[in-house]
């Protein structure tokens, strides 16, 4: 406190940066926020990933080796927990703190204070939810679905799991009320709606979702700690309630959810994909149109999550067609991606090969989501690997590959140096062997009668999950050359010209490098927004 | 471009063949969903395999397409980018209505098994079935035969955390039951399902069927096993459960219509003096018989080693 009177003298000089541990924990910067998401993202993505090598370990051959099976349960879900809430959400907030002003040509985010009190939200809401590994009845063991009556046997972890899920939550409504509030009023002078970079439109699409859909989940945990504590029965039949009424509550914040982890990832790759082409993104116009539809469409399939729980047969019949139509706002983005790079000048950087691989490895997820869609079929996927196969290939090759890619694209830009190209390109090549060999496999697991979730398998599975487990500690391992690049980049890479991709184009790309402090002191001039839209 | 296509085919080529006769020897299990044994399962793997086909269709096109731009238009063998192809119309209707027309396609077939999923009436026999942690409980309405159906013993054993058990010799590991489900060939069966305590789902891949059973609620669910088609049939619960989920198999053993009417007429007899332990004393009955059920019934399979 003795230190506050030094501070306010220091405050002559406009670009002053506070030193210290001051720096980060009062920060309102919109550049140090979207560090410590990052660097947040980081932490949580290695705890998650430890807790997927531990679920791994134990599949490596029949019989258990190493974990019982509670605790096994209790990785798949905190896995679920930290990958989805700790690890991808932050990770692209974290993005859309650093690139939205930029790219908008604003100084900062509209609301600072309130972007400070988002981001410290997580470390608590995080360190509660890892301390149930250290309390009676351990971590929650009933899936990150926390489907009841099964979530509801949990011991001492529970409230402190719900009440880890409300501060998550409130952290993602904060940080997406603040991207909707800088995108809609902080726009430099000229720049439209439909002139703003894709990144910025697909994350204002996920804003309005999380908006959305997070009070949703609030609400769904809330009813879940009174059934627990104060004798409710929103989820019990006994007292007149209804197990599958929370399913159907869950999923439609969870099939929302899906595209909040996804949407940010196509607006990145349509800003990689156009610079390594050498050509303007194609059909720009229909890339908003076609993720808005998805993101309408997200609001009503939410049920294909759930065809088991016995539906009536109108029910089925619709979740099944409007699910089948989501194929078709994303086959339109898959097409133009492909049309932007026909007749381009490609070239084979780290950012584009991991965009590439997103383009591959995300359209083979789309599949056998398509395939999921149909009901029929969907009875005998339903919880099995082949679903794990699904889930993973669009949220590993689809939204951890694009955030890497983005991380790698803009850093030159962030920290005004480059990045090692060849120790990149190993990474590239690690993690797409990697997780092609620990998913791949899971689709013939699935298909042949595995259901997931279980600590042991008949010895029929024995080969493909040995395989698969191979392939996880290839691309676990993997990702900590992904932690040495960025580091080495930022201590001692060489230093990064003003554009370090020469086509690249947005008002990200019009700042110095590396860019200041506070983005846009004055808005951009005519000609710089001019340059940066030009599709 | 052709001289490295020539240098990298050949390598793949060797590749698939140094891979397949590995894969003709090893035990890979399935990698394919099985095709079934009754009418409903046939028509769920030909819809699979359906969408399955038509995924690989658009794969071709849309993976020709970006393998051939990434081959063809190399910034590092001088390609010149062509900037004004920013939009088309014409390529984005296309784009949007071909599909449209693919989901109708599949939507007709798939919209046809679900209505014939669903229709449960004109069935022959009534089943109803309780999850509870960890097992399931089996109770022929008609006939007033209950009893449990838990893991077998010599996978149970084998399954504890460091138990030394190979589990490769214990016979149908983890998929094995003390008592299977009996049911006649070429019967529409009805099954209700409901649980004590949590959600399960029973799941036998064979006849296609998996449907959740809920506490409180009651789900149904048919399957016809084709005539011919006895023997044993095996599945998990598929829905999470708790500690012991992956250790609550489904096991169903069909009869011919005749035995299946001896075997009921031996749990009536059996149930009949000995009220005090029915469960107990009723799948033993079946020994004589059934070998297939007398294994079961005996718990540590004797054809073992």
Redo the contacts between chains.
Sequence with gaps: MANTTHADHAHDHHDHTPKGIKRWLYATNHKDIGTMYLVFACAMFFMGGAMALVIRLELFQ????F????FF?SMTTMHALLMIFGAVMPAWTGLANWMVPMQIGAPDMALPRLNNFSFWLLPFAFTMLLLTLFVPGGSP???WTL?P??SL?AGDSFPLTIFAIHLMGISSILGAINVVVTIMNMRAPGMGLLNMPLFCWTWLITAYLLIAVMPVLAGAVTMLLTDHFFGTSFF???GGG???MFQHIFWFFGHPEVYILILPAFGVVSEIIPTF??????????MVYASASIAFLSFIVWAHHMF???MP?AG??FF??ST??I??PT??K??NW??T???????FETPMLFS?AF??LF??GG?SG??LA????D??Y???YFVVAHFHYVLVPGAVFAIMAGVYYWLPKWCGRMYNEKLGKLHFWLSTIGVNVLFFPQH??G???M??????????????NMVSSIGAFIFGFSQLLFVYVVWNAVKSGAPAPQRPWDTARGLDWELPTPAPYHSWETPPDAQAVARGVG? | MINKARKTLPALAALALGVAPLAAHADWGGLNMPVGVTELSKQIYSLHMTIFWWCVAIGVFVFGWMIWSLVAFRHSKGAKADTTIVHSTKAEIIWTVIPVVILVIMAIPAARTLIAIEDTRNTELTIKVTGYQWKWQYEYLDDGISFFSSLDRASNEARQLQSGIDPASVQDYLLNVDNPLVVPEDTKVRVLLTAQDVIHAWWVPDFGMKKDAIPGFINELWFKVDAGKTGTYRGQCAELCGRDHGFMPVVVEVLSKADYAAWVARQKAAKAPAETAPAEAAPAEAAPAEPTVAQAATSVPARKG
């Design positions: 029949p019989g258990l080796q974990v019982d099976p509670g349960n063991a009933g899936g489907y009556p099964l046997q019990s039949a006994a209804d197990p599958v082409s050498r050509k303007p993104l194609f059909g720009y116009e229909s088991t729980v016995g047969l089925q019949l099944m067609l089948m139509l194929a078709v086959g339109v898959v097409f492909c049309a790079m026909w007749k381009g000048s490609i070239s590439l383009l591959f359209t083979i599949f398509l395939m149909i009901v029929p079929a009875f005998q339903h919880d099995t013939f697991l298909l042949a009668g259901p997931r979730r279980i600590p042991d398998y008949s010895t029929q599975f024995a080969d493909w599709h």
